[in-house]
């Protein structure tokens, strides 16, 4: 089937509904219906703020819905994709008791469980089999809150959808979960060209047996809706003839399906009226909120979203996806949108979308900001606000207009987007909280950032602008640098390109615009366009402590925390008190890896010195892509090698060279196109080539083995 030709805008749209619902119905999560209308009677919009919480949250069901969905792409996004290379996906973007799932237990967490099956080698749908795990475990609420993807990939096509999301559920889930699952991707995928609700709901269960327990309880609540105007009325009989007695569990299917179903008839096609009833229900309100406002999203597009209060300018398209690919953490609406939107191209056999020659910030969809926003310092108080806008004349359709407001000496306005966590506060919030947000930066030093800006005709003066970040340093406070200004007159355009500077081996945590002028000058500037390219240049080693640190015993912290831990000593990785090494790796069993930076580092080449003190064997990893997909150098006792880790281990090179323990050795790989080239102290011992060419980029790893090595010197260098 073909695309069809809103298919972007309408994805955009799905995804912003999905984020959303979790946003709006997170903080209540797990509340009755009677302790919601107790305390804040229906549900209207969002009420983190009562309950002191942030808005944009790190959530299962956002991690897994943009998450697990990668399997097609990382395997080639074949139509005939299995359960089990699914599974594997699983294996490598999911870090054990850290990231994406609830880690509750074995026999107690439904994906938990699945997950260990899947460490065991037990594959899929086994994996997830009601033989395996039991009748009640098999069939909780996770196959369908991170199933809304499924759908998008597939739009019109539900059966597609329904075949794809049985595959995807089958990981973790069997009976009725799986059918449940299958009904909430059909309707994802059929909202896209079905616009009456009752329509959508008949072609979406007509794909699951009509005596499963999901399809009799569908007609059964569109029988009490028939019936009875008042939703509230229907959800009491669905509490007595679906309640949580009846299908036990942390969190059932059954029950929430049942509200998912509630929400779309009596939401009366109103996105706003539909979160209403689907939040104000209660039960697992973040994973049912998610997957009708994706359905709604789609159905009414951005101008239904846009229909009743301002749901999207408070989270301004902000993502937390904390996987073991920790490049891909601080993302945004439009970004995730579109690689859904490239999945379903590929699966097609279509040419990838890449609106402004691919630049990671475009704003090409009405509305989108892509986590931009105005500073706050107090030079920047009320000087900016922003809004998407049309820019005749410029490429592109669409532009970020930045509106800047009586600038003068010390008043200056910028506007920026976080490329890394962006305060201790956030990163404790969710340490406590479970769902914790492992993220290294996505823009480094020795990167180069390109930006093109047009002033508008209307502007009365000149301004001067530049690029500019903020990055931590040895106090873990911010400190801004910033490129070199350039003026910029009415209705002229101007194309800025800065080389990152070093920042002390401290991770960047956003990147902006910054706007001066005099006089009180106020007007517009349109940013069409951000991106950067190059690898880094950066030193990765532990930053020095200032004098006030030194004095406070104070540590700095987010050089670590730029750090995907994926192994046994976790963040314990440095021991400033006792060695002198900056990385201490520990992993008990098995292969542990420490792992930095993004897909979109290519050549490149990585040096680490490295000190075995009991292992089995270590070393470093490029191109990493999570834990099951990278290239590395690994010395034990008996030999050095150079591996492609992708669905198990092949060597591409190795010799009979080892290396012995408390010795230490500078250890460096390069890599270039497919080639891959292992030094240690300084001479080439090895060279490969990946015929498959299989990792195309990746970030860096420190690798231990069932053992304990300290690592020094780290760096990345770009060839």
């Known amino acids: 089937m073909t695309l069809p030709p809103d298919y972007a805008e309408r994805v955009y749209a799905g ?21 919601i209308m107790k305390r804040f009677g229906e549900i209207n919009y969002y009420v983190h703020e009562a309950l002191d919480q942030p808005l944009i949250v790190t959530d299962d069901d956002l991690s897994g819905t943009f998450t697990f969905v990668r399997a097609l792409p990382d395997y080639g996004n074949s139509p005939n994709l299995t359960p089990a290379q699914i599974g594997q996906t699983w294996l490598n973007y999911i870090i054990e008791g850290k990231t994406i799932l ?10 938990h469980t699945a997950y260990l099956r899947l460490k065991d080698g037990i594959q899929p749908p086994r994996s997830g089999s009601i033989e395996l795990n039991g009748p009640v475990m098999a069939q909780q609420i996770g196959s369908q809150i991170f199933i809304d993807s499924w759908g998008m990939i597939a739009p019109g096509d539900p059966e597609l959808a329904a075949d794809l999301a049985r595959r995807a559920a089958s990981v973790s889930h069997d009976g009725e979960a799986i059918y449940g699952a299958q009904v909430v991707a059909a309707l994802v995928a059929q909202a896209f060209v079905e616009a009456d609700t009752n329509k959508l709901i008949d072609d979406a269960a007509a794909l699951i047996p009509a005596d499963s327990i999901i399809y009799r309880m569908i007609e059964q609540v569109r029988a009490w809706h028939a019936r009875q105007p008042d939703w509230h009325q229907t959800l009491r009989q669905i509490d007595r003839e679906y309640n949580r007695e009846r299908y036990p569990g942390n969190c059932h299917i059954v029950p929430n399906h049942a509200r998912i179903i509630l929400a779309l008839l009596y939401g009366d096609d109103d996105f706003q009226k539909s979160m209403m009833v689907v939040n104000t229900s209660g039960f697992d309100t973040d994973c049912n909120s998610g997957n009708v406002g994706c359905i709604m999203g789609i159905m009414k597009g951005l101008a239904g979203l846009d229909a009743g209060p301002d749901w999207r300018g408070p989270m301004a398209d902000r993502l937390y996806l904390p996987t073991a690919d920790g490049g891909s953490a601080i993302s945004d609406a439009l970004g995730e949108s579109t690689k859904l939107v490239n999945i379903a191209r590929g699966m097609r056999g279509l040419a990838p979308h890449k609106p402004k020659d691919g630049a990671r910030y475009h704003f090409s ?3 989108s900001v892509q986590g931009f926003e105005p500073e706050t310092a107090p030079e920047c108080k009320n000087t900016a606000t922003i809004e998407n806008v049309p820019a005749p004349g ?14 003068a000496a010390g008043r200056i306005a910028r506007v920026a987007t976080l490329t890394f966590i962006p305060s201790k506060e956030i990163a404790d919030y969710f340490d406590e909280r479970g769902y914790r947000l492992l993220a290294s930066p996505t823009l480094y030093p020795g990167q180069v950032v390109r930006a093109r800006l047009a002033a508008d005709a209307a502007n009365a003066d000149a301004v001067t602008l530049r690029l500019y970040a903020r990055h931590y340093n040895e106090d873990d406070a911010l400190e801004i640098i910033g490129s070199e200004p350039v003026e910029l007159a009415p209705d002229a355009e101007a194309k800025l390109s800065w080389l990152v500077p070093q920042t002390g081996n401290q991770p960047i945590a956003c990147i902006g615009i910054e706007i001066a002028g005099e006089h009180g000058a106020s007007g517009s500037v349109y940013l069409d366009r951000l991106a950067w390219d190059g690898a880094p240049n950066i030193s990765l080693n532990r930053p020095t402590i200032s004098q006030a640190g030194q004095e406070k015993r104070k540590r700095p912290v987010f050089w670590k925390k730029a750090w995907i831990y994926a192994l046994d000593s976790s963040e314990r990785f440095d021991s400033w008190d006792y060695w002198t090494n900056a990385y201490r790796l520990i992993q008990n069993q098995g292969r542990g890896l420490l ?10 080449q990585f040096a680490a010195t490295a000190m075995p003190r009991v292992c089995e064997a270590g070393g470093i990893a490029v191109r990493v892509q999570g834990l099951q997909r990278y290239y590395a150098l690994l010395l034990d006792q008996d030999r050095t090698r150079i591996v492609r880790v992708l669905d198990g281990e092949t060597i591409l090179a190795q010799n009979d060279s080892g290396w012995s323990v408390e010795q230490s050795y500078a250890l460096k790989l390069i890599v270039a196109g497919n080639r891959l080239s292992a030094f240690v102290n300084g001479e080439q011992t090895l060279q490969a080539i990946d015929p498959e060419n299989a990792l195309t980029g990746g970030g860096i790893a420190l690798i231990a083995q069932t053992g304990f090595i300290f690592f020094d010197d780290v760096s990345v260098r770009p060839l």
């Open 394 to 407: 410029k490429s592109g359709d669409r532009s970020l207009a930045i509106r800047f407001h009586r600038l």
């Open 595 to 604: 792992m930095q930076g993004t897909r979109d580092w290519i050549d490149y």
């Open 102 to 111: 609830w880690w509750g237990g074995i026999g107690d967490v439904t994906e």
């Open 365 to 367: 969809l009405p509305g």
């Open 15 to 35: 995804a912003l509904g999905k984020m959303i619902g979790v946003y709006l119905g997170r903080p209540i999560e797990g509340w009755s219906y009677e302790m």
